[in-house]
Every structure is written in structure tokens, then in C-alpha cells.
């Protein structure tokens, strides 16, 4: 089994898409309202961490369907699903500080 077919499972692409979707939200948020610092963080600080905290079950749940069948590929495709998880969160880091 290669990386691409591999990443044709749902269990492998949607992490990916979450994460972008969670970059565009922050990056969307920024251009539109700045970083100014609120003492609620609001509706889309709460969708932000449940993007996040979805992408981790569903990463989870690849690790474990496939880690034994195919597991060199699936070492790669996790790299890459959380190296994608990262960069929404490095985002908000480097905003933040």
C-alpha cells in the first residue's frame, strides 16, 4: 500500500481538511477583526478547539485501523496529519504572543 491510496481513506484526508479549515478560520478572523485580545474569546475560539479536538479523535482512529496493517505508510500519513494540526496552532502562537 502507497501514501496516496492511503490518503483516499476518509480516516486520513478529513484531518486535513479540518486543519485547513481551522488555519482559514484563524487567518479569516485576523484579516477581518486584527488580534485585538477580548476577555471572551467568543463563537470562533469555541469552533476552533472543536475542529481541533475532532481532528485528534479521527487521527486517533486512523492511527489504530491502520498502524497495523500498512505501518510505514501510515507513519508518514500521521506525520502528516500532525504536522498539519501544528500549523493552526503555531498560527495562533505567533498571534498571540
Given at each position: 500500500m502507497t501514501v496516496?491510496?492511503?490518503?483516499?481513506?476518509?480516516?486520513?484526508?478529513?484531518p486535513l481538511l479540518l486543519s485547513a479549515v481551522a488555519l482559514a478560520l484563524v487567518l479569516v478572523?485576523?484579516?477581518l477583526f486584527g488580534v485585538a485580545r477580548n476577555a471572551d474569546e467568543g463563537a470562533p475560539a469555541r469552533?476552533?478547539?472543536?475542529?481541533?479536538?475532532?481532528q485528534l479523535l479521527i487521527i486517533a482512529a486512523?492511527?489504530?485501523?491502520?498502524?497495523p496493517r500498512a505501518p510505514r505508510p501510515a507513519?508518514?500519513?500521521l506525520a502528516l496529519q500532525l504536522g498539519a494540526a501544528l500549523l493552526?496552532?503555531?498560527?495562533?502562537?505567533?498571534?498571540?504572543?
Amino acid at each position: 500500500m502507497t501514501v496516496r491510496t492511503l490518503l483516499r481513506s476518509p480516516t486520513a484526508f478529513v484531518p486535513l481538511l479540518l486543519s485547513a479549515v481551522a488555519l482559514a478560520l484563524v487567518l479569516v478572523w485576523v484579516a477581518l477583526f486584527g488580534v485585538a485580545r477580548n476577555a471572551d474569546e467568543g463563537a470562533p475560539a469555541r469552533l476552533f478547539q472543536l475542529l481541533m479536538g475532532l481532528q485528534l479523535l479521527i487521527i486517533a482512529a486512523f492511527a489504530v485501523e491502520w498502524l497495523p496493517r500498512a505501518p510505514r505508510p501510515a507513519l508518514l500519513v500521521l506525520a502528516l496529519q500532525l504536522g498539519a494540526a501544528l500549523l493552526p496552532l503555531a498560527t495562533i502562537i505567533v498571534l498571540e504572543s
